[in-house]
């Protein structure tokens, strides 16, 4: 498989550099928090004391899920090619939130159930209609995998601009991020696995059934390739290769919830540097997540207690980065607006 090399940000010149620019800002040493480790990140991953973010894209991974055949939703597979329409009709939450912050907004098809018509803000890249189901047998075939990877990379290598905002659509696939959380982390199934789309106490106790059906049918698959194929989807496998490309290039990655997080948690099993680019927008309320997150050693900014996915948290977190880029760029220091030191 074609993986890019994904070198470490590590450039101790221009760490220093950052570090004196944020330090003699007119505050407080660290009084901005965590805006002040984000402005260090951005500055790393854009090459740049004043870092500019340019042309962000946000870009909705969407595929079905053949596992939704064992009832581990509580939403009818078919909601997934709807709300891709919803998305391109500019009516879904992403949507509003993207107009809102000026993110271009698209959709990947990277395995939905339905033939859409070529439309604008529609990257068709189906590898298949729906993955198989995954309790019955691998969601997808390692040729199948290697394909949606390859699409991932090429729709990032087609993109404008230095940030891109991850966000999924696909009914079912909170089943497939809890696989890979279980599997690449070594975390029992009943803790990965969460409520998605909102599903009862009897429902919940189902899944955490049918997906330990699954890990046992899949045991052998524990390097990350194979439990990606294994565990699925299209949408999940065709983000990795987003992410690693887009590290590759050294654009900011902007990671929203649960799903766009497993395939980071894939992606940086591959290249461990992908981290160094990814800005984990928020902790959402799929009991995973936190565990996710823990496991991958980041803090997200924001906790709004969303479980809604389609790179909502992601649109939310946004300005946060602008922000960060803005205050190195325009805030002055000491020197430049007279004002005094702390006295030692
Ligand atoms: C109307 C609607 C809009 C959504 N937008 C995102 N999701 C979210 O819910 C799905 C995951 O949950 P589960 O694994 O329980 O199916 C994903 O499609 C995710 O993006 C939605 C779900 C629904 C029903
Ligand atoms: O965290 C997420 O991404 C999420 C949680 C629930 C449902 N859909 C997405």
Not at 212 to 234: K, N, R, T, Y
């Amino acid at each position: 498989m074609n993986l890019p090399d994904i070198p470490s940000l590590h450039q101790p010149a221009l760490e220093a550099a950052l570090r004196h620019c944020i330090d003699n800002k007119t505050k407080p040493l660290g009084a901005l928090g965590r805006l002040e480790a984000l402005m260090l990140q951005l500055g790393r991953v854009l090459g740049s004391e004043t870092p500019r973010l340019e042309q962000p894209q946000l870009v909705v991974f969407a595929g079905d899920h053949g596992l939704t055949a064992q009832g581990v939703s509580a939403y009818p597979g078919d909601v997934t090619w709807q709300m891709v329409m919803n998305f391109l009709a500019g009516g879904a939450a992403v949507s509003v939130l993207a107009r809102q912050h000026g993110l271009q907004l698209s959709v990947v098809d990277a395995g939905v159930r339905c033939d859409f018509e070529p439309q604008p803000g529609l990257l068709l890249r189906k590898v298949a209609p729906g993955t198989a189901d995954a309790s019955q047998g691998p969601a997808m075939s390692a040729d199948q995998c290697a394909t949606a990877l390859e699409a991932g990379r090429d729709v990032v290598r087609g993109l404008p601009g230095n940030a891109l905002l991850l966000g999924e659509m696909g009914i079912g696939n909170t089943s497939s991020a809890a696989l890979l959380l279980s599997r690449l982390a070594g975390l029992p199934i009943e803790r990965c696995t969460g409520r998605g789309t909102g599903l009862g106490d009897a429902a919940l106790a189902h899944k955490v059934r049918v997906l330990s059906g699954v890990l046992a049918l899949h045991a052998h698959a524990v390097e990350p390739l194979q439990a990606l194929a294994a565990l699925g989807g299209f949408e999940i496998a065709t983000m990795v290769g987003a992410v690693l490309q887009a590290a590759a290039e050294r654009r900011v990655i902007v990671v929203d919830g649960f799903i766009c997080g497993s395939a980071v948690l894939v992606a940086a099993a591959l290249r461990p540097a992908v981290l160094e680019c990814c800005v984990f927008a928020h902790q959402s309320q799929e009991s995973g997540h936190a565990l996710m997150l823990e496991h991958l050693g980041v803090q997200p900014l924001l906790a709004l207690d969303l479980r809604l996915g389609e790179g909502s948290g992601a649109a939310l977190a946004w300005p946060l980065l602008e922000s960060a880029c803005r205050i190195l760029a325009e805030m002055a220091s000491f020197e430049v607006a007279g004002v005094s030191r702390n006295a030692d």
